[in-house]
């Protein structure tokens, strides 16, 4: 046994072992959204997949808490570091009270455009939001430090802890709407998502001032990374908000699960995306050429995103009676083209990070562009839920080639 533990130890590298935890963390979250798939049914399960949409919306928002952090972290040092550091603990505590106040004094609002069975869901939802944002602090820390392992312990703590509370609860608490046992859910994971929290001594409500120069650099990748996150939200989820508003919830219910699955690659990339940022940055530092790094990851995601849509295409409903159930299989056609439009977008989102880590905005702008596309083709075309995934699948083939357009022209000048 310990000859085995030397091995892994001695053969595997820490970024070897993040990606092999975010992989046992995405596949939890699969699981846990896949049986509340099979145990609801559809039109509960509509319910279920609004709040889990707020999740991802969450995580977007507080993600640029986490990547503020985990750029500046690899560059300032000592003095500066700590008074970055606290007020960002400090900006991200307040930001996170005043979203969870809106959610809960908005959740009649919510319940009523969203057409769910309840509001105190969205009130438990939003009690939780202050520490998600604590949470996302901590993890930028270790991302740009590269502690990759106390990144994945805090991202196992709060997948496991959701999984287990929601459906403890739901087994022995029946008599609870199942949407507030979500909810519960949700909240509880925030908590257990904070260990490990090493960084306590930034926790402080005093503002600590940060040089000009620096504050000044801080404000300015914040600002275009809340810009860049906002289009992340606008991509990845206003689809499924969408949907739940325009179709029934039985169709909505079904549109969710399309969306589970077909995102899977977009899940996978995003383990990419978390390690590629610190090490542009750090090569950036050091003098040395980043367009390697970015080839490789690239390859990565189209070999991921080529054979998942394969995989889509040729076993649809196997796939989804294997995943949800009979109750589903009318989606079955739409699989494979939901799963190439996550697809593009996936491969789009490496070169939108790419030029994020280095300072360029100009595809950032541009997946802000294209989602607005994307929203409006939604609210002009929405005849079916067929019609919905065609008009995404055209919004993101066109931002890949503005993407690779902006690439092209900027390897070109070099």
Same mark, same amino acid.
């Given at each position: 046994?310990?000859?085995?533990?030397?091995?892994?130890?001695?053969?595997? $590298?820490?970024?070897?072992?993040?990606? @092999?935890?975010?992989?046992? !963390?995405?596949?939890?979250?699969?699981?846990?959204?896949?049986?509340?798939?099979?145990?609801?049914?559809?039109?509960?399960?509509?319910?279920?997949?609004?709040?889990?949409?707020?999740?991802?919306?969450?995580?977007?928002?507080? %993600?640029?808490? /986490? @990547? !503020?952090?985990?750029?500046?972290?690899?560059?300032?040092?000592?003095?500066?570091?700590?008074?970055?550091?606290?007020?960002?603990?400090?900006?991200? @505590?307040?930001?996170?009270?005043?979203?969870?106040?809106?959610?809960?004094?908005?959740?009649?609002?919510?319940?009523?455009?969203?057409?769910?069975?309840?509001?105190?869901?969205?009130?438990?939802?939003? %009690?939780?939001? #202050?520490?998600?944002?604590?949470?996302?602090?901590?993890?930028?820390?270790?991302?740009? *430090?590269?502690?990759?392992?106390?990144?994945?312990?805090?991202? /196992?703590?709060? %997948?496991?802890?959701?999984?287990?509370?929601?459906?403890?609860?739901?087994?022995?608490? $029946?008599?609870?709407?199942?949407?507030?046992?979500?909810?519960?859910?949700?909240?509880?994971?925030?908590?257990?998502?904070?260990? #490990?929290?090493?960084?306590? /001594?930034?926790?402080?409500?005093?503002?600590?001032?940060?040089?000009?120069?620096?504050?000044?650099?801080?404000?300015?990748?914040?600002?275009?990374?809340?810009?860049?996150?906002?289009?992340?939200?606008?991509?990845?989820?206003?689809?499924?908000?969408?949907?739940?508003?325009?179709?029934?919830?039985?169709?909505?219910? +079904?549109?969710?699960?399309?969306?589970?699955?077909? *995102?899977?690659?977009?899940?996978?990339?995003?383990?990419?995306?978390?390690?590629?940022? #610190?090490?542009?940055?750090?090569?950036?530092?050091?003098?040395?050429?980043?367009?390697?790094?970015?080839?490789?990851?690239?390859?990565?995601?189209?070999?991921?995103?080529?054979?998942?849509? +394969?995989?889509?295409?040729?076993?649809?409903?196997?796939?989804?009676?294997?995943?949800?159930?009979?109750?589903?299989?009318?989606?079955?056609?739409?699989?494979?083209?939901?799963?190439?439009?996550?697809?593009?977008?996936?491969?789009?989102?490496?070169?939108?990070?790419?030029?994020?880590?280095?300072?360029?905005?100009?595809?950032?702008?541009?997946?802000?562009?294209?989602?607005?596309?994307?929203?409006?083709?939604?609210?002009?075309?929405?005849?079916?839920?067929? $019609?919905?995934?065609?008009?995404?699948? +055209?919004?993101?083939?066109?931002?890949?080639?503005? $993407?690779?357009?902006?690439?092209?022209?900027?390897?070109?000048?070099?």
């Amino acid at each position: 046994m310990e000859l085995t533990l030397d091995f892994i130890k001695k053969k595997i $590298q820490p970024e070897q072992l993040f990606m @092999l935890s975010v992989l046992l !963390v995405n596949g939890g979250n699969y699981l846990y959204n896949l049986v509340l798939g099979r145990v609801l049914g559809p039109e509960k399960f509509a319910d279920a997949a609004i709040l889990i949409t707020f999740l991802l919306v969450l995580s977007f928002v507080a %993600m640029t808490f /986490q @990547l !503020v952090t985990a750029k500046f972290s690899v560059i300032f040092e000592k003095s500066v570091f700590k008074a970055f550091i606290s007020n960002t603990f400090r900006n991200a @505590l307040i930001t996170g009270i005043i979203l969870g106040l809106a959610i809960i004094f908005f959740a009649t609002n919510l319940q009523s455009f969203f057409k769910t069975t309840s509001s105190s869901m969205f009130i438990v939802f939003g %009690m939780g939001v #202050p520490f998600y944002f604590l949470m996302s602090v901590n993890r930028g820390v270790f991302q740009g *430090r590269k502690e990759l392992k106390s990144l994945s312990v805090t991202y /196992q703590t709060e %997948m496991i802890s959701r999984l287990c509370i929601t459906f403890l609860i739901l087994a022995f608490l $029946q008599v609870l709407d199942t949407s507030l046992v979500i909810a519960i859910g949700i909240f509880c994971s925030f908590i257990f998502g904070l260990f #490990p929290f090493k960084n306590k /001594q930034f926790l402080q409500l005093k503002s600590i001032a940060l040089p000009t120069i620096e504050k000044k650099l801080v404000k300015n990748f914040f600002l275009i990374t809340a810009f860049y996150e906002l289009t992340q939200i606008v991509i990845n989820n206003s689809d499924i908000l969408l949907v739940k508003h325009y179709f029934d919830a039985n169709e909505a219910g +079904l549109y969710a699960s399309l969306a589970l699955i077909g *995102r899977v690659v977009y899940f996978i990339a995003w383990m990419f995306v978390m390690l590629l940022l #610190p090490s542009v940055i750090q090569l950036k530092k050091e003098g040395k050429s980043t367009l390697p790094i970015l080839v490789k990851y690239l390859g990565y995601i189209a070999f991921i995103a080529i054979t998942i849509v +394969l995989g889509c295409y040729l076993f649809p409903e196997t796939i989804i009676k294997l995943l949800f159930g009979k109750e589903y299989l009318q989606i079955a056609p739409l699989l494979w083209k939901y799963a190439l439009a996550t697809g593009i977008f996936a491969i789009s989102n490496i070169f939108a990070y790419y030029y994020l880590s280095l300072d360029k905005y100009v595809p950032v702008v541009l997946s802000g562009l294209f989602g607005m596309l994307q929203i409006l083709l939604i609210l002009f075309f929405h005849v079916s839920l067929t $019609q919905v995934v065609h008009v995404q699948i +055209l919004a993101m083939v066109l931002l890949l080639v503005v $993407q690779l357009g902006y690439f092209f022209y900027k390897d070109s000048n070099r």
